[in-house]
């Protein structure tokens, strides 16, 4: 019997068992969910047709539409359109190890995207705790408002924006919790439930678990070796009513795009047209040595841009920038006030401490050197496989050898006590699996062990996978 009969077989017998309870299509779904959970269907297998499906078990198609379309909701699986259903790799599941920190440790973890630690970030951070300490008056201790943080450590907000070509006001700047939250800020305050958002077809997951927290609806749009197409963004501003763009022009996750002036401009001018506002994710610009022009600087009043110490100064350093038009600073003081009330002034004192005096330029001048070293060995390992990485990058996005499917290449690199990130957790819905890895180069390890891993990735990816039978 097939592997795939097996399932329906599964199926079968939780439909219409002796000792069945509940409707046929809760059934339905436990059946499913039980196979994909306990491993009986693998990531990114193919689910039968409805059609075919509700002929075999023997009940109406509509039951088991329903029961796809609370699977897809859940996050068990996914519909493409033109395409089928197909197992998924549900995002909850894949990074609840990583959030709990309850995940064996592995060898060498290439999943996880941050900047390289060096002795100078240690020497400046105990520097910095015991500058804070030695001062007999300590605002950032005592504050509780305003809750967007203070008005010092909001012009060094504004200070740093300036670097990486944005203007802003303090007055319409925010201080957040790191890059993410103010993205989730950025969106809550110009999307509502069943608002259209677009983003790049490969996206940061940040987006997409944003998107069901929030009730928009989260949709693609094209990208190449370039970035995003602005002839599809404006076709998708044509053909539907859309309420904001969340983009990553400078080292997009996770391909680590950098998106060229021209097609910043012309993204612009469409956005302007149409009425779109940009959320601009920046948190990257600070490592690329020549800046380029956000977005946002040519349509401010439809701009959202934000940017953050954490992936270029300092992993424990959250504390992020985000300024928005001057209509929505209420609005995004509010959704700031109900998240997190307001970021930590301590933290927020030391990152404008670091901003004004200069240690924050030079940390991210240590780290543009090591990313150019570790992208260095990457090339020399692994260049034949890699998407041309910008050498300043967190990350390479690596293309998987046609003889192995990428599940199954992740999990063989598992058994070598490797981790890296199949394409699932950045993929809009309807967008096709590309057969890539990404592999963050940050990872905290001697260059001579980065290297030795990555030589074990190149073996694993010039040897042919077991084959396994199902019977």
């Known amino acids: 019997m097939r592997h795939d009969e097996k399932v329906r077989s599964s199926w079968q017998d939780a439909i219409n068992g002796s000792h069945v309870t509940g409707s046929k299509h809760a059934r339905l779904i436990k059946a499913i969910t039980a196979d994909i959970e306990t491993g009986a269907m693998q990531i990114g297998e193919r689910l039968p047709v409805q059609r075919t499906l509700a002929e075999t078990l023997g009940v109406s198609v509509q039951t088991v539409q329903s029961a796809y379309k609370e699977l897809e909701r859940q996050g068990f699986i996914r519909c493409d359109v033109g395409r089928g259903s ?28 941050r900047i390289i630690r060096t002795p100078a970030h240690d020497a400046e951070w105990q520097r910095a705790c015991a500058d804070l300490a030695a001062v007999d008056e300590q605002p950032w201790i005592h ?3 305003p809750i967007v943080g203070l008005e010092r450590h909001r012009r060094a907000g504004a200070t740093w924006m300036q670097a990486l070509n944005f203007s802003a006001s303090p007055e319409n700047l925010l201080v957040t919790n790191g890059g993410e939250q103010a993205l989730f800020v950025a969106l809550a305050s110009v999307a509502k439930h069943g608002d259209i958002v677009l983003t ?21 749009v094209e990208i190449d070796e370039y970035g995003i197409r602005p002839a599809h963004f404006e076709e998708m501003c044509d053909t539907h009513r859309i309420t904001a763009l969340v983009c990553t022009p400078t080292l997009h996750k996770p391909t680590g795009t950098v998106l060229s002036e021209h097609r910043r401009q012309t993204i612009a001018k469409i956005a302007e047209r149409y009425g779109v506002y940009v959320i601009e994710d920046d948190v990257h610009g ?4 020549h800046t380029q022009t956000p977005i946002g600087s040519l349509i401010p009043e439809l701009s959202c841009y934000l940017t953050a110490m954490t992936e270029c100064v300092l992993t424990g350093l959250r504390v992020g920038y985000l300024a928005v038009p001057r209509r ?21 004192e030391i990152a404008a401490r670091w901003i004004l005096d200069g240690t924050a330029s030079k940390l991210v001048a240590i780290q543009r050197e090591r990313l150019a070293t570790r992208h260095g060995i990457l090339n020399e390992v692994l260049g034949q496989y890699a998407d041309e990485p910008h050498h300043q990058g967190l990350s390479a996005w690596l293309s998987v050898p ?18 890296v990130t199949p394409p699932d957790p950045f993929l809009v819905r309807d967008i096709d699996r590309p057969s890539k890895i990404r592999v963050c180069v940050g990872v905290e390890a001697t260059d001579t062990a980065y290297r030795t891993a990555l030589e074990t990735i190149a073996e694993v990816f010039a040897q042919y996978p077991q084959i396994h039978d199902f019977v």
């Not at 790799?89 to 995207?113: E, H, Q």
């Not at 609005?331 to 109900?338: D, G």
């Not at 046609?402 to 981790?419: F, G, M, P, T």
């Open 86 to 113: 197909f197992v998924a790799a549900r995002v909850s599941d894949s990074m609840s190890n990583f959030i709990l920190d309850t995940a064996d440790r592995v060898r060498m973890d290439f999943s996880t995207g």
């Open 402 to 419: 046609e003889h192995w499917q990428v599940n199954r290449l992740v999990q063989e690199l598992s058994k070598r006590d490797i981790a």
């Open 328 to 348: 929505l600073a209420l609005r995004a003081e509010s959704v700031l006030r109900v998240t997190s009330w307001m970021t930590s002034p301590a933290l927020a």
């Open 143 to 145: 504050a509780f408002r």
């Open 200 to 220: 790049e077809a490969l996206t940061d997951h940040g987006i997409i678990g944003a998107a069901n927290i929030l009730g928009f609806t989260l949709k693609g």
């Open 286 to 289: 600070p490592l690329v040595e």
